[in-house]
């Protein structure tokens, strides 16, 4: 009789045993804050990693919960990685709590490269209190576009992306486009880097905050925020003609006048 022979049970190998856990910190224009770890086998699978964070641990303010950093690893020394801005994006709960019935969102998308040759993909949105119409809606639209090329060709690449991530940019354009239309809030809601990471600059940014500076690109003016201008300046011009009256005009406003004498009428019977 022949014998069967038994198949042999391969060994199965756990390869997260073969792994080893790398530590990754974030660029100089973000405090070189750590960030994370990430598993590889062997070091030269790490570069061009995407690993991403929020906002909040870097700043510990609960406004900033709703921001995605996303960074991409481009060096590896020992355990330690280091790494480059490769974008922000918002949460989509937070953009669906902005959007609301009777109201407009206005999107842009725009191609902008920095005045260091940084190419950069960038969204932002507007959420109006009413309905906007259509050409409100494009002049908004031209104001994101001038605001951003205006900062790209006028700040390094790392100022601006703080400008970006940390709202003044947004604020800017707020500033600016709430003249057209009122407006509940603007959002650089997500950007993304189109350069190679390793072609990016960076620098140590302590405090911007101070040192931007807005600007004021040329809008097109439309007959609502014509009329709300003149509103405004009928107001405060009402309310300074209200200050001078209730001022008295002279010293002797308050007197009493006093009773004049009394002139005799002429007797009729004695003519």
């Not at 045993?17 to 070189?32: G, H, I, L, S």
């Not at 576009?145 to 900062?151: A, I, N, R, T, W």
């Amino acid at each position: 009789m022949s014998k069967v022979k038994g198949k042999r049970s391969k060994r199965q190998v756990d390869t997260w045993k073969t792994k080893e856990w790398y530590d990754v910190y974030a660029p100089k224009m973000f405090q070189e804050n750590y960030i994370g770890q990430i598993p590889s086998s062997t070091p030269d699978t790490l570069p061009t990693r995407i690993i991403e964070t929020i906002l909040y641990f870097f700043t510990d303010r609960m406004e900033d919960i709703s921001t995605k950093l996303r960074f991409k690893v481009t060096s590896v020394t020992g355990t330690k990685c280091t790494s480059q801005f490769y974008g922000h994006d918002t949460t989509r709960d937070y953009i669906r709590s902005m959007v609301r019935r009777g109201s407009s969102r206005v999107d842009g998308i725009f191609a902008i490269t920095t005045g260091d040759g940084v190419k950069m993909r960038i969204s932002v949105s507007i959420f109006t209190n009413g309905r906007a119409k259509a050409s409100q809606q494009t002049t908004m639209r031209k104001i994101m576009h001038d605001v951003l090329v205006e900062h790209a060709n006028a700040e390094p690449f790392p100022r601006f992306v703080h400008g970006l991530v940390f709202g003044r940019i947004g604020r800017n354009i707020n500033n600016i486009a709430k003249e057209i239309y009122t407006i509940r809030e603007c959002k650089v809601r997500k950007s993304k880097v189109l350069s190679p990471a390793e072609d990016l600059p960076d620098a140590n940014l302590a405090d911007t905050e101070a040192d931007f500076q807005e600007v004021l690109p040329s809008v097109k003016k439309h007959r609502k925020s014509i009329l709300k201008k003149l509103v405004k300046e009928a107001k405060e011009a009402a309310e300074e003609m209200g200050e001078d009256l209730d001022e008295p005009k002279s010293k002797d406003a308050g007197k009493e006048e006093e009773p004049g004498e009394d002139i005799p009428m002429p007797d009729p019977e004695n003519e």
